[in-house]
């Protein structure tokens, strides 16, 4: 069935630096989502992407998807304390509605 | 935005009983509701899939006889924990899609305790 492994699986940065997570299917995607779950919390939506090569932003947040749309990446510039959290990315297919979560990448920020 | 509410927020039980674990949206009508487990700093494993009025669609290796799920309105399923045992302790989550089927709201989660 499909997987979807994130790298790294935790990182630690000095408050202020950059901080990338990477997201990789192993089949072809139909589109892919991006949750932040704080700790104790649930997930909550960041974004999706659709289209092969998409690059969208929100303020610090930069989500890329891949030419082959096999593959994804979020990046936050200047991270701050309260970027802490573990960061999903959930993958669907071509035909089907549900989504399958990657293993998550955990976010410390330290001030 | 679209809110989806989970009850109970925490359970805890004996085991060998049952627990109902309902989720509701309150503010759209969810044509999909999905079905998560979380265990402790581990991802969400989707457990099954459900639409209104039909039957959920579980994923591989999930019994659907222990965890039943019935999905009776557009805004309700619940997820039944049967003869729950100690293995059954974790955080689940459910999510709900409207007609675009796009964004998933998720609910709050619950967390089970079976002792």
């Known amino acids: 069935g499909q997987q979807v492994m994130q790298i790294p699986q935790y990182q630690h940065v000095q408050e202020g630096e950059d901080f990338t997570t990477y997201c990789n299917s192993s089949?072809?995607?139909?589109?892919i989502q991006w949750y932040k779950q704080r700790p104790g919390g649930h997930p909550v939506f960041l974004i999706q992407?659709?289209?092969?090569?998409e690059v969208k932003k929100q303020k610090r947040l930069t989500f890329q998807f891949g030419e082959a749309k096999k593959n994804s990446s979020l990046h936050i510039t200047a991270t701050q304390t309260t970027d802490v959290g573990t960061y999903f990315c959930a993958c669907s297919g071509a035909g089907t509605y549900k989504y399958i979560f990657g293993t998550g990448t955990r976010l410390k920020v330290l001030a | 935005g679209a809110v989806v509410s989970q009850h109970p927020s925490r359970v805890i039980c004996k085991s060998g009983t049952s627990v109902k674990i309902e989720c509701r949206s309150l503010d759209f009508q969810a044509t999909t509701m999905f079905w998560y487990r979380q265990f402790p700093k581990k991802s969400l494993m989707l457990m099954a899939t459900?639409?209104?009025?039909?039957?959920?669609?579980?994923e591989q290796g999930v019994e659907k006889d222990k965890f039943l799920i019935n999905h009776a309105s557009l805004t309700l399923s619940t997820l039944t924990v049967t003869s729950a045992h100690p293995e059954d302790s974790s955080f689940y989550i459910c999510?709900?899609?409207?007609?675009?089927?796009?964004?998933?709201?998720f609910g709050p989660g619950t967390r089970l305790l079976v002792l």
């Open positions: 459900s639409n209104e009025g039909s039957k959920a669609t579980y």
């Open positions: 089949t072809t995607l139909s589109n």
């Open positions: 999510s709900a899609t409207g007609t675009s089927q796009e964004t998933q709201y």
């Open positions: 992407l659709v289209k092969s090569g």
